[in-house]
């Protein structure tokens, strides 16, 4: 797509916005600093949703709970312009290691862009949601509510994403991968195994044989390729020979196309195992399948130039080359942004204990509240431009009509 401009929001507006956010900043850090310390996994994020759709309604938005059927999901909706806009708000946390991905953080900046964009929604003439949307690490939360309905109608989508130090702020040309997961079980049949064990059909056999074939397939696969699995079941006592194990696994790509052929690949390390030990084989899907993730160019030239404001690097990206996001299902239908934020001093990678007590610090949160502000005028420009504006709303009709068409 060629841009041929890239317009700002007034320099009033902004400084408004600005105002906005440090308005809210006390009750956004300590949300966020609460967030942080639930440390709520999929699905199960009932005192952080709270917390977030009852901020949400003190600044003035309507909440709805209960989104798509999910209890932890929300709508907090201000204002009723053509031009609908979604923050989309994360508050899942890990097992184990809490909010190693910064979901804390990207609440808190979604939340503050929201409480800033408030007042001026008329102004915008947007209709502005903020959507709470849980079990993004695992669960899929985004895919079910876009299956669901939740996001019918919405022009534009952003939101933010905190990563190590030293990553550029120009997420233009970044994506994410597509990853699905699954569960294999092997079957086979129990026996004593020291007086008949020539009479069992070793399941843990068949494990251990597609661990190693996965194992040799690696070498073999594109360097931009992942597959990841454990053994979640593998037999319980040394005197019995495990009829069933269970393996979980992954696979990630950068296009569904190559997704799709690893997938392909690695069914049949799980296959072979099955034939060598004589076991049975049954692999079935665990979550929705996360989608690659697009930027929009026009919000990715906005983002970038409210960034070049606080004076971050917003060099040209090589591309983030890991990791994955329910957030790219939205950016397959609908508009989106979804940039990362470089933590000053974050040399530790996320997914990792170091990463979740860098998410709590002073520098996070100064970062994070940076990103509120980028996002707020990311939301404005976009809306103060007649050319963009009509292209999201096209994009918006376009989809409306062909959902509908499809559900006639």
């Given at each position: 797509m060629e841009l041929t401009e890239t317009p700002s929001a007034t320099p009033a507006l902004r400084a408004a916005l600005a105002e906005g956010v440090e308005d809210w900043k006390r009750r956004v850090h300590a949300l966020a600093h609460e967030i942080h310390g639930y440390k709520e996994l999929a699905?199960?994020?009932?005192?952080?949703?709270?917390?977030?759709?009852?901020?949400?309604?003190?600044?003035?938005?309507?909440?709805?709970?209960?989104?798509?059927?999910?209890?932890?999901?929300?709508?907090?909706?201000?204002?009723?312009?053509?031009?609908?806009?979604?923050?989309?708000?994360?508050?899942?946390?890990?097992?184990?290691?809490?909010?190693?991905?910064?979901?804390?953080?990207?609440?808190?900046?979604?939340?503050?862009?929201?409480?800033?964009?408030?007042?001026?929604?008329?102004?915008?003439?947007?209709?502005?949601?903020?959507?709470?949307?849980?079990?993004?690490?695992?669960?899929?939360?985004?895919?079910?509510?876009?299956?669901?309905?939740?996001?019918?109608?919405?022009?534009?989508?952003?939101?933010v994403h905190p990563v190590q130090d030293g990553v550029t702020y120009n997420p233009a040309g970044t994506s994410a991968q597509a990853v699905g997961r699954y569960k294999a079980t092997f079957t086979g049949k129990a026996a004593h195994a020291a007086a008949a064990p020539h009479l069992g059909v070793n399941a843990a056999d068949a494990a251990v044989l597609s661990q190693v074939a996965v194992g040799?397939?690696?070498?073999?696969?594109?360097?931009?390729?992942?597959?990841?699995?454990?053994?979640?079941?593998?037999?319980?006592?040394?005197?019995?020979?495990?009829?069933?194990?269970?393996?979980?696994?992954?696979?990630?790509?950068?296009?569904?196309?190559?997704?799709?052929?690893?997938?392909?690949?690695?069914?049949?390390?799980?296959?072979?195992?099955?034939?060598?030990?004589g076991t049975t084989l049954t692999v079935e899907s665990t979550e929705p399948l996360y989608e690659p993730l697009l930027q929009d160019d026009a919000l990715a030239a906005h983002w970038t130039d409210a960034m070049d404001e606080f004076g971050k690097d917003t060099s040209p990206s090589a591309g983030i080359s890991g990791g994955s996001t329910d957030m790219g299902n939205i950016s397959q239908v609908i508009p989106s942004l979804h940039p990362w934020l470089s933590i000053p001093g974050a040399d530790v990678p996320i997914h990792s204990h170091a990463f979740a007590a860098l998410a709590d610090s002073p520098e996070a949160y100064g970062v994070m509240f940076e990103a509120a502000t980028a996002l707020a005028w990311t939301v404005a420009a976009a809306a103060s431009s007649p050319g963009e504006r009509e292209r999201f709303l096209r994009a918006a009709y376009r989809r409306r009509t062909f959902t509908q068409e499809g559900t006639s």
């Open positions: 699905f199960e994020e009932v005192r952080s949703a709270e917390a977030i759709a009852g901020l949400l309604a003190d600044g003035g938005f309507d909440v709805e709970r209960g989104t798509g059927g999910l209890p932890t999901a929300f709508t907090a909706t201000a204002g009723s312009g053509e031009l609908t806009v979604a923050l989309c708000v994360e508050y899942d946390a890990l097992p184990d290691i809490g909010h190693a991905c910064g979901h804390n953080l990207i609440a808190g900046a979604s939340v503050a862009a929201a409480l800033a964009l408030r007042p001026h929604v008329d102004e915008l003439g947007i209709t502005l949601k903020a959507i709470g949307t849980p079990a993004e690490e695992h669960g899929g939360g985004k895919a079910l509510m876009l299956e669901r309905g939740a996001f019918d109608g919405v022009s534009l989508a952003l939101m040799l397939l690696r070498q073999q696969i594109p360097g931009d390729h992942r597959i990841a699995l454990y053994v979640a079941e593998a037999g319980h006592v040394t005197n019995i020979i495990p009829e069933r194990a269970v393996v979980e696994f992954e696979c990630r790509a950068f296009s569904l196309r190559e997704y799709e052929a690893l997938l392909e690949r690695v069914r049949r390390c799980f296959e072979g195992a099955a034939l060598a030990t």
